[in-house]
């Protein structure tokens, strides 16, 4: 065997422990929802890529908090939100006005139809503009996963992301946590990507995210993917591409 095929087994036996042990710190009302029988078949689907159980965890999303979700799409994550936070708790989802028409449709357009009706009475939805974001106060938690790259880009108005950020960060209690899960760019490609191949850099995040007032708790590689090269378009991965999971906390208590 040669040393970069040992190399390779290394690392995946690494990253199926990690996995494992992460599995078995998820809370009960995180397995309890993911396995729920009210879950559309086509999210059940895409868990194996998504890994929602896992990446809920990271987030420390519980019971009875208040949660923002940032344009949240079909509802993958919304179904599973709703639940977690049960009735002591709420949800807000923030869709973001197109700024554009883009015709023909996006190649994700299915992905962002209208989604199913949820047994969840303790959702709020809303549209806005990106360029004038106000989001509830006193929320826990806010969330965006595969689309903080889109706010870069002429479809929703280019809007400045750092003010966007402040207002997230605004809302949010001290201590509070904003969660960044999104396509993984090549390293110092900045935004050069977000609108051919949907694509940011991790450490354009970063440094937007903090220049709010945030402070970079962690990352999380539950979502890297070591055989996407970053080149193509995420459309085309079917699901496999290299994301990044990245949590910032408000300081406070």
């Not at 970069?4 to 397995?31: D, E, G, K």
């Not at 890994?51 to 999303?61: C, E, H, N």
């Amino acid at each position: 065997m040669s040393r970069r095929m040992h190399l390779r087994v290394a690392l995946a036996v690494c990253s199926a422990a990690a996995l494992i042990a992460a599995a078995a710190s998820v809370p009960a009302y995180i397995t309890g929802a993911v396995a729920s029988s009210s879950r559309p078949e086509k999210d059940r689907d895409r868990d194996v890529n998504r890994k929602p159980d896992l990446v809920i965890a990271f987030a420390g999303i519980k019971p009875g908090q208040k949660v923002g979700e940032l344009m949240p799409g079909g509802g993958y994550f919304s179904r599973l939100f709703c639940q977690i936070v049960g009735p002591t708790g709420h949800l807000y989802t923030i869709s973001m006005i197109p700024a554009v028409k883009r015709d023909p449709p996006p190649p994700d357009a299915a992905a962002a139809a209208p989604p199913p009706a949820s047994a969840c009475s303790n959702v709020t939805a809303d549209s806005q503009d990106a360029s004038a974001l106000k989001l509830p106060s006193g929320l826990d938690v806010v969330w965006t996963s595969e689309n903080y790259h889109d706010l870069h880009n002429a479809y929703f108005g280019k809007p400045d992301v750092k003010l966007l950020d402040r207002a997230v960060y605004d809302a949010l209690k001290p201590g509070g946590v904003f969660i960044v899960e999104d396509h993984a760019a090549a390293a110092g490609s900045g935004a050069r990507d977000t609108e051919t191949l949907h694509r940011i850099d991790p450490e354009l995040v970063k440094q937007e995210v903090t220049s709010a007032g945030f402070v970079f708790v962690a990352g999380s590689d539950l979502l890297h993917n070591p055989e996407d090269t970053h080149d193509a378009k995420v459309f085309e991965l079917k699901g496999r591409s290299d994301k990044f999971l990245l949590k910032f906390r408000k300081p406070g208590r």
